[in-house]
């Protein structure tokens, strides 16, 4: 049963004591102990093979990795939440420090493990997963770990590369968090200027004048930083493209895209079908300019609604929270029943408040079997969204809880997909539900502002990257030079569609996912998920009342198969062919075309 009030703040109590106790102090004391001597432990692990001795050995070192690595996860994720949710606590930050000092143990406890599989013949690695249960039930995990082991540098390199990037590449990352997390805006409030973090500022305002007021007070502000995010940026592709090159490997994209576990052919067939099929979505941008009185829209433009006689409301946290569950139980009464649990059991973090860090995101506790989820929320529809997108992180993980630890970790890009699955149940459920033309154009707006989004800007942000990773080989890149690269690809991926005036230049400064000192290339996975996502709804409507239970097979197939897999053995789909994401890119047309008939009076 759904509750009157929901929490907007979240329950970390729960997990772990406030980090600036005693409590917790001896919290991670104990965990910094215990990593030391699983890491010492890998030193000497016995070669892979089926005998009784080493097996046995094995078998307790990996209950004991399991172990570790699940609380290091979690302590991260702990950390993690309290500075985003208090940006400037300098206790936190430096717990967060502290957390990446020890980072080099664990590079060094999968440096080894994945070197003892490396060495392995294909006939002692089978002999080793099959003399034990515990090392059976994890052979995806055990597979992964042995092909990775050809993107590792010889073992003692490995290890001084782990030791240096705690003062290299992820205190760049680190560096961006913290002045980015420090960064306010100043805007004009009732006349007095007030300061702002960059997640307060809006530009869906229905007056163009505020946001367009809010973009350049924005863009002034990341201007005022834009050396210091020039230096991280460069700095940690630097990094990685010294260490691609020791590697030999082909280009920067081996690596993302084994991160997640994806093909090459995949990516090219998607970027492909939506290069092809953008024609709509720019004739969805110039009507929607028209209706605004402009001849092209500004990047600020974006995600304003199109204008009809469709009052916009405030949507509270109670209401949107209630309106989710209730839609999410139409489709599975278990996530239904999950979202409630999530949302009544302070496992989120929604206030909107000076002080926190801007986006959102969803992190898991795999030990406590519970997630938590931070964003903003605006009292706004694309807040709502924004909820969904979380709670589908969330429930992706509540379905593999019972899985082996190992195996309940997933890609981005599938991530992605349930998260992304869970924004279309409460889009499309919010279409079929009203008559009124001017709330069905406003919906298929959102919708439409969605796939611009995943079509377009994070083309853009791909293109960049790309571009930038390649130019970086030849020596460092000044802001202007950044600037000039981002505003090439937004022109190429937005196929020109804005205004002269109206680019946004130093976008490269404000996203954060290009400062992700772990992961390279967070961008296309989301890109990826959106259109699975559109397929896979595709597929709930056909399949009838079985379709929950396959989902949820896809879902646990994410933690133990490669994206391709994943999808072929539920879905029948092969992802390296455009049948499937041209299939995907129809639901976007189809929702281009009903908004372009409702416009038009049709």
Known sequence: MMTDHYPLNWNLDVLYPEPSTAEFAAVFDAFRADIQKVAEASDQLPPVSGAAEGVTVWVEFFQDFEDISSRAHELHSFIGCHCAADAENKCYQQFEASLSALMPYQQRMATNLEFALKDATDAEFEAFLAAAPQLA??????????????????????????????????????????????????????????RKSPGQIRLDAPLREVRENNFFAATKAWDSIAGSCADALNHIAGTRLTLYDHLGLEDHLVVPLHENRMQR??????????????????????????????????????????????????????????????????????????????????????????G???????????????????????????????????????????????????????????AETASTFAEAIVAEQRLAGTDSRDEKIAILDSMLGDAVAFLMNIHARFQFENEMHLQRKQGELSPEQLNNLMLAAQRQAYCDALADDGWNPNFWASKLHFYISELPFYNFPYTFGYLLSLGVYKLS??????????????????????????????????????????????????????????????
């Open 137 to 194: 039930d994890s052979a995806f995990f055990f597979g992964e770990a042995r092909r990775h082991a050809a993107l590792r540098l010889p073992k003692p390199q490995e290890t001084l590369f782990a030791d240096l990037s705690v003062d290299g590449l992820h205190a760049w990352g680190r560096m961006y968090d913290r002045i980015s997390g420090e960064l306010r805006v100043e805007v004009m409030h009732k006349g007095n200027v007030v």
């Open 265 to 354: 052919e995949t990516l090219d067939a998607m970027w492909s079908a939506i290069d092809a099929r953008k024609e709509v979505l720019v004739t969805y941008l110039q009507k929607k300019a028209g209706a605004l009185g402009l001849e092209k829209p500004a990047w600020y433009d974006l995600t304003t609604a199109y204008p009809t006689n469709v009052t916009a409301k405030d949507v509270t946290y109670d209401a949107a929270v209630q309106k989710i569950v209730e839609t999410f139980a139409r489709f599975s009464p278990d996530l239904g029943e999950f979202a409630e649990l999530a949302c009544a059991g302070g496992w989120i973090e929604a206030e909107d408040r000076g």
């Open 541 to 602: 409507q056909d399949s009838g009342g079985d379709f929950p239970k396959q989902y949820r097979e896809f879902l646990i197939a994410t933690g133990c198969m490669s994206a391709e897999d994943a999808v072929r053995s539920t879905f029948g789909y092969d992802l390296t062919q455009p049948d499937f994401w041209n299939k995907s890119l129809d639901v976007v047309e189809q929702r281009a075309e009903q908004f372009l008939d409702l416009i038009a009076g049709t």
């Open 356 to 414: 926190k860090r801007q986006g959102g995101f969803c992190t898991g506790f795999e030990r406590h079997k519970q997630s938590r989820i931070f964003m903003t929320f605006t009292n706004s529809e694309d807040a709502l969204s924004t909820l969904a997108h979380e709670l589908g992180h969330a429930y992706h993980s509540w379905v593999l809880k019972d899985q082996p630890v190992m195996l309940q970790d997933y890609p981005m890009n599938l």
